[in-house]
């Protein structure tokens, strides 16, 4: 399983764009990088998920450049609600051992 | 259908003692897992099951944690004479067959062992 590094923390404030750098040197080729976000006392929530280039539904945008050895979330005009704990994973198509790490806690300002 | 349910939401327990946890998962999805969350950390994964079949168990599970998911259904998860160690939020989800179906988590059960 490939394993991921992000910063551990990022402030921001409203109104401003996000962008969240996710390394995964090790994906392989039949790896999907997903993005969960986790707010306080409540399990994670599927963000989005893609395998190459760009990806973008009604909360974000994934970018994977081509070596698909990183990928960026992008959060559009974040509200103070958005301050949350943002996990970055690869899973395989088979995948069921999921694997999170510590993920990065966005804390948005006013 | 209302998502991923977990019951009870919190057990405060005493050391030494067994407790259980129930999770009752989307109604079509054949997957289901089971993770273990401490403050700060990401959840950590500990077995996860396709229909009736437990097909996977994380070393963490040691051999005081026990899971069940009878008929396909609900899952339990029990643990068996409780550490301190084991106070955390336990987290279920489900999911449609395949690695690239989105999990869908329950609230969690938060357990606290004095």
């Known amino acids: 399983l490939a394993k991921t590094t992000q910063p551990i923390s990022m402030d921001s404030y409203e109104g401003q764009e996000v962008n969240i750098t996710c390394s995964h040197n090790?994906?392989?080729?039949?790896?999907?990088i997903t993005w969960y976000q986790q707010f306080p006392s409540q399990g994670p929530r599927f963000i989005i998920q893609?395998?190459?280039t760009k990806v973008t539904n009604e909360v974000a945008s994934l970018f994977i450049p081509a070596d698909r050895k990183s990928s960026t979330l992008s959060l559009p005009r974040v509200s103070l609600s958005d301050t949350a704990v943002y996990y970055c994973?690869?899973?395989?198509?088979?995948?069921?051992?999921?694997?999170f790490g510590a993920g990065t806690r966005l804390f948005v300002k006013a | 259908d209302t998502g991923v349910s977990q019951n009870p939401r919190h057990k405060i327990t005493k050391r030494g003692q067994n407790v259980t946890f129930r999770c009752d998962p989307i109604?079509?999805?054949?997957?289901l897992y089971w993770y273990r969350q401490t403050l700060g950390q990401g959840p950590e994964f500990l077995t996860y099951?396709?229909?009736?079949?437990?097909?996977?168990k994380s070393r963490l599970l040691s051999d005081r944690f026990s899971a069940e998911r009878p008929k396909g259904s609900f899952s339990t998860l029990e643990i068996q004479r409780t550490e301190q160690g084991d106070s955390a939020m336990y987290l279920c989800?489900?999911?449609?067959?395949?690695?690239?179906?989105?999990?869908?988590f329950g609230p969690g059960t938060r357990l606290t062992v004095t």
């Open positions: 989800a489900s999911s449609l067959e395949g690695g690239r179906y989105e999990q869908y």
């Open positions: 090790n994906i392989a080729t039949n790896d999907y």
């Open positions: 893609g395998y190459k």
């Open positions: 994973l690869v899973v395989g198509t088979g995948g069921f051992k999921t694997i």
């Open positions: 109604s079509e999805h054949n997957r």
């Open positions: 099951f396709q229909n009736e079949a437990q097909l996977e």
